[in-house]
């Protein structure tokens, strides 16, 4: 039996270059609300075409890109979700994704790990999206698809062990939101730390 958690006694790793990554998610490509105009400001900042000096440097260091989890707004997730959308239809929604995405830099890796709105099971473990679904992500030279909750090992090489990520999308989050009274009456869904705790 594996319990998935944050190894506490890791010793602290250096890499010998320095790289950045990038944590995202919760993009919603398909739902009225998706920030169209600021995640290709994002995109372009990724590029380095973006931002003050300072700003573009740090956009050209970044290696990783992790996507975590609900990338699409996702199809039939809530009663009058339709409503609520400007692309109704699934494949379509991971199609423009992917369009978009295609604008990022290819030396930049993209790990793609599902949530609860993507088109996979909402138990978890959830796997990676499928390629029937999402096949426009997927012929993305430099994307990598993973489960949800997976442990990602980045920048590994001959003279560097590399360094472990654990990714967690977090929809159990909510169950306990709902269902702890501490947490759901003390600013629920604002206050994620309480969870954490």
């Not at 573009?56 to 199809?75: A, N």
């Amino acid at each position: 039996i594996y319990f998935p958690g944050v190894l506490l006694n890791q010793k602290t790793k250096c890499s010998p270059e320095e790289i950045y990554v990038a944590f995202i998610s919760d993009i919603h490509i398909g739902s009225i609300y998706f920030l169209e105009k600021e995640f290709e400001l994002f995109i372009k900042w990724l590029n380095g075409e973006y931002g003050n000096n300072k700003q573009k440097q740090i956009g050209k260091k970044i290696k990783y890109l992790f996507v975590v989890g609900d990338i699409v707004d996702g199809v039939g997730v809530f009663p009058g979700q339709e409503e609520l959308q400007n692309i109704k239809n699934i494949k379509e929604q991971y199609k423009v994704c992917a369009s978009l995405f295609r604008k990022i830099r290819d030396d930049i890796v993209i790990i793609i790990s599902p949530g609860n709105h993507d088109a996979v099971r909402i138990a978890e473990v959830q796997p990676v999206l499928d390629k029937n679904i999402a096949h426009a992500l997927w012929e993305l030279p430099n994307v990598i698809m993973v489960p949800n909750p997976c442990m990602v090992s980045i920048n590994k090489s001959e003279k560097f062990e590399g360094i472990d990520i654990l990714i967690y999308h977090g929809y159990s989050f909510d169950y306990y939101i709902r269902n702890i009274d501490k947490i759901r009456n003390n600013g629920g869904f604002n206050r994620p730390d309480l969870v954490m705790k």
